[in-house]
């Protein structure tokens, strides 16, 4: 955030400064500052696997002594899924969607060049983005096992933006690559069994597309409004080994391998849509 602060402090002083640039050209340099909001997307069918063997497959099955799946829908107080914030320990209680608007704040310099109406560039954005992406296993027990991924510090971004200049308004498209920080952390109201690790961060790429428009408010300041998908490769994210702790060895997680067992979240990535107003200055 200390970034984005000094940002928008050197941004606002050269809006001050800016000189006075013709009014429909849309060649030169800027600066400006972006503010709006960012929404998780998520994938209706990501979920958490399972790998009790311990041989690197995440795809088995947890099961009981009597051999039923510890995280399935059969018995009296049934097991699932669900992609977000658990609302308790059961199943039954549900969670709570990642689909809440958070804050989605940048500062952004570019060059622009113009060929008749067509206008092209090059755009560098910083932004601070609040934005949680949850997914919640729930056992028979019961007992919930929740993952949640989140941006750490900023977003870098470096895209492309070509668009169609008409009278003192430009419609655009862009696109390019961002890179950011990223947590995974893990909670569970399991208080038989250990689990580790807790937390892991790690260096995340992908890619953003998106549109927007942009007009003259006066000789020297545009303003404008943009939409921005963005997807981020968290890599395998983290993988939690679910250990003995006090529970006996007939505990689920213990039976194929008294090692535990290991559990991850299916997807990989952490991708929200974003929504903003855009400021800049042209000089």
């Not at 809006?15 to 998780?40: E, K």
């Not at 914030?85 to 310099?109: I, L, P």
Request: negative net charge.
């Amino acid at each position: 955030m200390r970034h984005i602060t000094l940002a928008a402090v050197a941004a606002t002083t050269l809006l001050a400064m800016a000189g006075t640039a013709t009014a429909q050209d849309w060649s030169g340099p800027y600066i400006g500052l972006s503010a709006g909001g960012a929404v998780a997307d998520d994938d209706e069918d990501e979920r958490v696997v399972f790998d009790t063997n311990l041989d690197g497959n995440f795809n088995d099955t947890v099961r009981t002594t009597g051999g039923v799946d510890a995280f399935g829908p059969t018995t009296a107080n049934p097991g699932g899924f669900c992609n977000g914030k658990a609302s308790a320990n059961n199943f039954a209680a549900g969670c709570t969607d990642d689909d809440n608007v958070k804050g989605d704040f940048a500062v952004r310099v570019g060059w622009d060049f113009q060929s008749g109406p067509w206008v092209y560039g090059l755009v560098a954005e910083a932004a601070a983005v609040d934005v949680e992406d949850f997914n919640t296993a729930f056992s028979i027990t019961p007992a919930a096992y929740q993952f949640n991924r989140e941006i750490e510090d900023v977003v870098y971004a470096a895209r492309l933006r070509g668009g169609y200049a008409f009278g003192r308004t430009l419609a655009y498209v862009t696109g390019g690559a961002a890179f950011a920080k990223v947590t995974d952390s893990y909670f569970t109201t399991n208080a038989v069994n250990s689990f580790t690790p807790l937390v892991s961060e790690q260096d995340a790429t992908g890619y953003q597309a998106g549109f927007g428009v942009e007009t003259w408010l006066n000789d020297r300041i545009t303003v404008g409004a943009e939409y921005l998908y963005t997807s981020l490769d968290a890599d395998e994210g983290l993988t939690v080994r679910t250990g003995p702790g006090t529970a006996p060895p007939t505990n689920p997680f213990l039976i194929v391998n008294p090692a535990g067992t290991d559990q991850r979240r299916t997807n990989d990535e952490l991708a929200y849509h974003g929504f903003r107003v855009t400021l800049s200055a042209r000089f």
